[in-house]
Nanobody, 120 residues
Framework: QVQLVESGGGLVQAGGSLRLSCAAS????????MGWFRQAPGKDREFVAA????????SYSDSVKGRATISRDNAANTAYLRINNLRPEDTAVYYC?????????????WGQGTQVTVSS
């Protein structure tokens, strides 16, 4: 099992920036990829960004492309998501997730989420 704990959420003014952190523990050697998702009130959870645990491949949703950067520090077992030029529509609970190398087609592990609120 892998445990994920997010931090770094909060209240930010539109145009500001925020960096979210996701600390992984447990079977971290089995992590294949890390991702960020978000869920706004009344909406489905949506993909935001992902990166491989090894290598440089990343992917982003169109809604954050050009404003967001996903990164990771393998030595610290931590993934990050930085979003610049925040907009009110970025308001959501942000979740960290991880894929297990034994089940690469699914996001197996989830954190508890961290609230991001962007004021206009």
């Amino acid at each position: 099992q892998v445990q994920l704990v997010e931090s770094g959420g909060g209240l930010v003014q539109a145009g500001g920036s925020l960096r979210l952190s996701c600390a992984a523990s447990g079977r971290t050697f089995s992590i294949y990829a890390m991702g960020w998702f978000r869920q706004a009130p009344g909406k489905d959870r949506e993909f935001v960004a992902a990166c491989m645990w090894s290598g440089s491949a990343t992917s982003y949703s169109d809604s954050v492309k050009g404003r967001a950067t996903i990164s990771r520090d393998n030595a610290a077992n931590t993934a990050y998501l930085r979003i610049n030029n925040l907009r009110p529509e970025d308001t959501a609970v942000y979740y960290c997730s991880a894929k297990d190398s034994r089940r690469r087609d699914e996001w197996s592990y989830w954190g508890q989420g961290t609230q991001v609120t962007v004021s206009s």
